[in-house]
């Protein structure tokens, strides 16, 4: 079933991957928490670009299919205690607009450089009912000023914005004029 699922990283679409891949493009020997990791292919991405990284999601099948799977970082069910040192690094893609504090999650997690991507309002439009029936569905959309104002209230500054146009090709260009926005912001 969780071949399925999840299945081998060609099988990943190709918008997750590249979110991986900018990130792994510049993290490099850092300690990285990847908050929402999934089933984990993310996490094994970020650790062959040569970081120590700690995966965390709230599915114990997609960790136990990232154990299995994606060998090599650490991986954990629930944020709890493990993940209160200090990292290098928090990449979470696509997590903030499941959350009904994503301020609170952001603030908790100890560490200089963050790499998160959001829905982007001003190009797809949050509507309640498109996610209805998802196990855990979308709360909202950011417009840019609005991500980087959450990001701002955790003590980060955005030092780069960048955009995803499409879900198909999922290639990633500076600004914020996609679908999908990957900010990189710093304490």
């Known amino acids: 079933m969780f071949d399925r699922q999840y299945g081998p990283i060609e099988k990943i679409k190709r918008d997750h991957v590249n979110r991986y891949l900018f990130a792994a493009e510049r993290l490099r020997g850092k300690k990285v928490l ?36 994606y060998q090599g970082p650490t991986y954990l069910c629930q944020a709890g205690e493990e993940t209160r040192g200090v990292f290098d690094a928090l990449v979470t893609f696509e997590t903030l607009e499941h959350l009904e504090a994503p301020l609170a999650v952001v603030d908790s997690v100890v560490a200089p450089l963050i790499i998160a991507s959001v829905p982007n309002q001003e190009r797809y439009p949050f509507q309640a009912e498109r996610f209805a029936g998802d ?53």
């Open 34 to 69: 990847d908050l929402a990791c999934g089933c984990g292919y993310g996490s094994w991405i970020l650790h062959g670009a040569g970081n120590e990284v700690t995966g965390v999601d709230i599915e114990p099948e997609a960790i136990a299919y990232a154990q299995k799977h």
């Open 135 to 187: 196990k855990y569905p979308h709360k909202r959309h950011y417009t840019p000023a609005e991500f980087e104002d959450l990001l701002k209230s955790a003590g980060f500054e955005v030092t780069e914005k960048f955009c995803q146009q499409d879900k198909q090709h999922g290639d990633i260009k500076p600004g914020t004029d996609g679908r999908f926005l990957i900010y990189i912001a710093r304490k």
